[in-house]
């Protein structure tokens, strides 16, 4: 069973620091995995999507990479700002389910 | 135009109820999801529908929970007999193709059994 780890629980940074998120899987046979923002009481918002042939994208200050042979996913943003506090999750897809991690609790303090 | 929408946006029913969510997807999308979200955790897959079909529902806790897309749009997810466990925010999710393309989640429904 596919097993999704993401590291740190939380996270709190000044405003303009750059920071990356990891995520990490235990089975690496997925078709793609996607980065999601969940802010308190919504719902979770996609933010980029790697297709399992591919090793990363890029989206405005965000860039996620995909290593599928070690099991690893890292979301990097770049000089965060105070919108950017939410919760960050991973999730990749095998067959017919998507596995999510518990995701990362991001704060951008001002 | 529109997302995904889900109704109601918050329930709280009563330890032994039944309670009924519903799902509309984005228009034309062929595949839906429903995710069940404890709270502190990620969500966790129930079920999952192409068009009216139910491929596969071996995320689903109980058999006191019943989903389906009859006229493959909508979807409603059925809890019966509600349990205190219960109690989490259901997402529903849809993507324009089959797997494996990107989902696109509605706000959820958070459900509290008391």
């Known amino acids: 069973k596919q097993e999704v780890t993401q590291i740190p629980a939380a996270l709190s940074v000044p405003e303009g620091e750059n920071l990356v998120l990891n995520c990490s899987f235990t089975?690496?046979?997925?078709?793609?995995l996607q980065w999601f923002r969940q802010d308190p009481g919504k719902g979770l918002t996609s933010l980029l999507l790697?297709?399992?042939?591919?090793r990363e994208q890029t989206s405005g200050r965000l860039n996620a990479s995909l290593d599928k042979s070690s099991g690893r996913s890292t979301l990097y943003i770049a000089a965060s700002q105070p919108g950017d506090s939410a919760t960050y999750l991973c999730?990749?897809?095998?067959?017919?389910?998507?596995?999510f991690g518990a995701g990362t609790r991001l704060t951008v303090k001002p | 135009g529109a997302g995904v929408s889900q109704s109601p946006r918050y329930k709280v029913a009563k330890r032994g109820q039944d309670v009924a969510l519903r799902c509309d997807p984005i228009?034309?999308?062929?595949?839906l999801f429903w995710y069940q979200q404890a709270l502190g955790q990620g969500p966790e897959f129930l079920t999952y529908?192409?068009?009216?079909?139910?491929?596969?529902k071996s995320g689903l806790p109980s058999d006191r929970f019943f989903a389906e897309r009859p006229e493959g749009s909508v979807s409603t997810l059925k809890i019966q007999r509600t349990q205190q466990e219960d109690s989490a925010v259901y997402l529903c999710?849809?993507?324009?193709?089959?797997?494996?393309?990107?989902?696109?989640f509605g706000p959820g429904t958070r459900l509290t059994v008391t």
């Open positions: 529908f192409q068009n009216e079909a139910q491929l596969d």
């Open positions: 999730a990749v897809k095998n067959d017919n389910d998507m596995r």
């Open positions: 790697i297709q399992s042939s591919q």
């Open positions: 228009s034309g999308h062929v595949s």
């Open positions: 999710a849809s993507s324009p193709r089959m797997l494996p393309y990107e989902q696109y």
């Open positions: 089975d690496s046979a997925i078709y793609n």
